[in-house]
């Protein structure tokens, strides 16, 4: 038989969250975990169940894979028949987070497990197996490199992208065509020029959510490696790793962004939008376009009528300039580490390379409409959609948007500033800087 899925929702019932969650929680999933001393983890004492069986716990609030994970599970038991995963499906992060800093703070981390914005600091207190030393290069080779930097610290790899996320510009033909735009913009001059004639048929141009702030980097965010045309740039600058937030290249980075509110390209009150309003928004044809998410295809097929299902189109970020790179975010929202010092360790890793193994994993994101970490997997991509989105991280656009450095999440706050007009770049670069300098004490 296989292990017990277990969810836990505060109804008893079941519940789902999208994975940009996990960048709207950085602040808080920091705060409740960085409240719990970080104790290197002694391991479990029960590594090994009754009749000699290994058991396996496995911790995530991964419910896109809810009916999934029963059949990986099922399979890998049979095929490992000293091996027992329990797993244990947690319905949100706030009901997530408190059970792991708890099991943190008394020293029985779950042998895998899902390390939200924590996975560096998790690594170098010990507590997150490296990876690179435990599957090796030629295992690692195949997953998206903007998913590895993410996890990676000092050569060490401390987690693996399960779930890509990446985001567009989704739009609608039929307003697009009705204000007069000819195909899809190639630049933000182009889009700027498009946003004017939409805003005179009385639409908004592109609908976009900065409520919290954190919402607003993942737009943000990847305009510093258009900017400086280095992929890795926000890597340095999470870890302020010889760059700041004053740096010459998010100043240019902020003017385009005022440049862009400034001409009217987004919905009025961006900052007071939620994610959900400023879908709506897009579906209800209240906006021509709509910048989100990987996971968007999924909600517009649960709220979105099923004409505009079949008509809704995605592309890729404008460009700086015509024919330069369509930087846009991308990093894993959902990843899997392993205890460093359970005594079941080596059984979690088998499962790992299980789950990654590409009949598996492929099989495991199609059935669950879910975008791959890696390469071979994002070839055999079904969901039309996903599968073009997918295909901007092999043309190499993606780069890193989620805060993983202390206290990089309240870098978004200042930017307020920005998305209603009432602060100048120079200034709010000054704000970002001395915000996150403050978090981290």
């Given at each position: 038989m296989p292990g017990p899925t277990i969810p836990v929702t505060s109804d008893g019932g079941s519940a789902t969250l999208s994975r940009?969650?996990?960048?709207?929680?950085?602040?808080?999933?920091?705060?409740?975990?960085?409240?719990v001393p970080l104790l290197s983890a002694c391991g479990s004492d029960?590594?090994?169940?009754?009749?000699?069986?290994?058991?396996?716990?496995?911790?995530?609030?991964?419910?896109?894979q809810q009916d999934e994970w029963p059949r990986l599970i099922s399979e890998f038991e049979a095929a490992n028949p000293s091996i027992t995963i329990e797993n244990r499906l947690f319905g949100t992060p706030d009901q997530y987070l408190p059970a792991l800093a708890a099991a943190v703070s008394g020293g029985d981390v779950p042998e895998i497990f899902a390390p939200h914005v924590r996975a560096l600091?998790?690594?170098?207190?010990?507590?997150?197996?490296?990876?690179?030393?435990?599957?090796?290069?030629?295992?690692?080779?195949?997953?998206?490199?903007?998913?590895?930097?993410?996890?990676?610290?000092?050569?060490?790899?401390?987690?693996?992208?399960?779930?890509?996320?990446?985001?567009?510009?989704?739009?609608?033909?039929?307003?697009?065509?009705?204000?007069?735009?000819?195909?899809?913009?190639?630049?933000?001059?182009?889009?700027?020029?498009?946003?004017?004639?939409?805003?005179?048929?009385?639409?908004?141009?592109?609908?976009?959510?900065?409520?919290?702030?954190?919402?607003?980097?993942?737009?943000?965010?990847?305009?510093?490696?258009?900017?400086?045309?280095?992929?890795?740039?926000?890597?340095?600058?999470?870890?302020?790793?010889?760059?700041?937030?004053?740096?010459?290249?998010?100043?240019?980075?902020?003017?385009?962004?005022k440049k862009l509110v400034d001409n009217q390209v987004f919905?009025?009150?961006?900052?007071?939008?939620?994610?959900?309003?400023?879908?709506?928004?897009?579906?209800?044809?209240?906006?021509?376009?709509?910048?989100?998410?990987?996971?968007?295809?999924?909600?517009?097929?649960?709220?979105?009528?099923?004409?505009?299902?079949?008509?809704y189109r995605v592309m890729?970020?404008?460009?700086?300039?015509?024919?330069?790179?369509?930087?846009?975010?991308?990093?894993?929202?959902?990843?899997?580490?392993?205890?460093?010092?359970?005594?079941?360790?080596?059984?979690?890793?088998?499962?790992?390379r299980f789950i990654y193994s590409p009949d598996q994993y492929v099989q495991t994101m199609n059935n669950s409409n879910s975008m791959p970490s890696t390469k071979s997997a994002a070839t055999e991509v079904t969901n039309p959609v996903l599968k073009q989105m997918t295909s901007w991280l092999l043309d190499g656009d993606g780069v890193p948007h989620i805060p993983f450095g202390n206290g990089s999440s309240e870098a978004g706050g200042p930017l307020a500033g920005i998305w209603d007009g009432s602060a100048e770049p120079s200034a709010v670069a000054a704000q970002m800087q001395t915000a996150v300098t403050n978090a981290r004490g």
């Open positions: 940009r969650s996990l960048l709207t929680l950085g602040t808080v999933g920091a705060a409740t975990l960085g409240s029960e590594g090994s169940g009754s009749g000699g069986r290994t058991t396996v716990r496995l911790w995530t609030w991964y419910s896109e600091t998790y690594g170098q207190a010990g507590i997150s197996a490296d990876l690179n030393a435990e599957l090796g290069q030629d295992f690692l080779s195949d997953f998206f490199q903007s998913t590895i930097d993410e996890y990676t610290l000092d050569g060490k790899q401390y987690a693996l992208g399960w779930m890509a996320q990446t985001f567009g510009i989704f739009y609608n033909p039929d307003l697009m065509a009705a204000a007069g735009v000819d195909g899809e913009p190639e630049t933000w001059d182009d889009l700027i020029a498009a946003a004017q004639k939409i805003n005179a048929t009385g639409k908004s141009a592109v609908s976009l959510s900065a409520n919290p702030g954190t919402s607003g980097l993942d737009f943000f965010l990847p305009l510093l490696a258009q900017v400086s045309d280095d992929p890795t740039f926000y890597l340095r600058l999470d870890q302020l790793a010889g760059v700041t937030y004053t740096d010459p290249v998010v100043v240019e980075a902020l003017t385009l962004l919905q009025p009150g961006v900052n007071g939008t939620s994610g959900d309003q400023a879908s709506s928004l897009f579906f209800t044809e209240g906006s021509a376009m709509n910048f989100n998410g990987s996971w968007a295809p999924q909600n517009l097929v649960q709220n979105a009528s099923p004409e505009f299902v079949q008509k890729k970020n404008p460009a700086l300039a015509p024919g330069a790179q369509h930087y846009t975010a991308n990093q894993a929202g959902a990843g899997l580490a392993v205890s460093a010092t359970s005594k079941a360790k080596d059984a979690a890793l088998e499962f790992i």
